[in-house]
C-alpha cells in the first residue's frame, strides 16, 4: 500500500450530501465566520441572481456574532460542508482544530474566539453541526463537483494555489475513492480564493466571505457557477457593523482589525512565497 493509499484509508466513513444535477446558477461560498453583515450580503447576493447556495463550511470563527451567524446560514436552509470549526464546536473540544503550529499568530489569536463563540452557540445548533455532511456533490452543465472544507485526508489541510501539484492529486484521488469520478473541486478553509487546474479540470477555492483574502482589500470572496462557467466575485458588505460587533464581544485581538484593513494579522500561516505577493497587492 503506498503513501496515497495509507492517506486514503479511513475517508470511507465520511458523510456524503449528493444534490443531484443543478443546471441553474450555484453561488459557492465559505468561512461565515460569525461575520452576521458579510452572511447576510452574500445571502442578497444568491437572491439577486436567483442561485442556489452552498457553503464550505466554517461558520463560526473569527468575529463577534456566532449564534446570529449560524441561526441566518440554517435560514437559509443551504447545503453546508462541516467545516473544522464546526466538527470541533460539535465535539465539545477546546481550539478550533486548524492545527496551527503552536505559537503562531493564528495559535495565540484563536483562543479568544473559539471560547466566545463556544460560549455562544446552543445545544441545537451543535447538534446540526454534527450532523452535516463532510463532501457534496453536485452536477452542473454536463460535470461533476465535489465540495469539500479543506482537503478530504484532514478537514483542516491548507491548500494555497503555490502548494505541490501532487498535493492536489493525492486529495483529488481521496475524493474520488469516495465519491467516484467528478470533474472539479471546490474546497474553502485556507481563506484566500484562486483556480489550479488538476486532473480533467479544476480545483477552485471559492474564498470566504467572513475575512478578506489578506490583499489589502477590506472586500471578501465568493465563486458562481453559471451555465457552466465559473467566475470569482469579491463581496461588499457592511464592515463597520462586523467590527462593531467583535468590539462589543471583547474581540479585538487584531482580526477586527483587518476586516477594514483587509491584512490578516496571521500571515504566518501562509508559505512565504504567498505572503510577498498578496502584500505587494
Ligand atoms: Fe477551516
Request: net charge negative.
Amino acid at each position: 500500500m503506498g503513501v496515497a493509499d495509507d492517506a486514503i484509508k479511513g475517508c470511507d466513513r465520511m458523510r456524503v450530501q449528493d444534490l443531484g444535477a443543478i443546471d441553474d446558477p450555484i453561488l459557492v461560498f465559505g468561512g461565515p465566520y460569525s461575520n452576521l453583515q458579510a452572511t447576510e450580503a452574500v445571502l442578497e447576493q444568491a437572491r439577486k441572481r436567483s442561485a442556489y447556495v452552498i457553503c464550505t463550511g466554517d461558520v463560526v470563527a473569527y468575529c463577534g456574532r456566532p449564534a446570529d451567524t449560524v441561526a441566518a446560514i440554517r435560514a437559509a436552509g443551504c447545503p453546508v460542508v462541516a467545516g473544522n470549526c464546526e466538527i470541533q464546536l460539535a465535539a465539545g473540544a477546546s481550539d478550533c482544530g486548524c492545527g496551527f503550529e503552536k505559537g503562531s499568530s493564528c495559535d495565540l489569536l484563536s483562543v479568544r474566539w473559539f471560547r466566545f463563540a463556544d460560549d455562544q452557540i446552543s445545544s441545537d445548533d451543535r447538534d446540526w453541526m454534527r450532523a452535516l455532511p463532510d463532501i457534496v456533490t453536485f452536477s452542473h452543465c454536463g460535470a461533476r463537483y465535489g465540495v469539500i472544507h479543506g482537503g478530504v485526508t484532514d478537514v483542516a489541510r491548507f491548500l494555497w494555489s503555490t502548494s505541490p501539484a501532487d498535493v492536489f492529486e493525492l486529495e483529488c484521488q481521496a475524493l474520488e475513492a469516495i465519491v467516484g469520478p467528478v470533474d472539479h473541486v471546490i474546497a474553502g478553509h485556507s481563506g484566500i480564493p484562486f483556480r489550479r487546474a488538476v486532473g480533467r479540470g479544476e480545483w477552485i477555492n471559492a474564498g470566504v466571505v467572513g475575512m478578506p483574502p489578506h490583499d489589502g482589500n477590506a472586500d471578501t470572496a465568493f465563486a458562481v457557477l453559471t451555465s457552466g462557467q465559473l467566475s470569482l466575485h469579491r463581496l461588499t458588505y457592511d464592515v463597520g457593523g462586523a467590527i462593531a460587533d467583535m468590539e462589543a464581544a471583547g474581540l479585538t485581538q487584531g482580526y477586527h482589525k483587518a476586516l477594514r484593513s483587509g491584512y490578516w494579522p496571521s500571515e504566518d500561516v501562509l508559505p512565504p512565497d504567498l505572503r510577498s505577493s498578496l502584500a505587494k497587492g
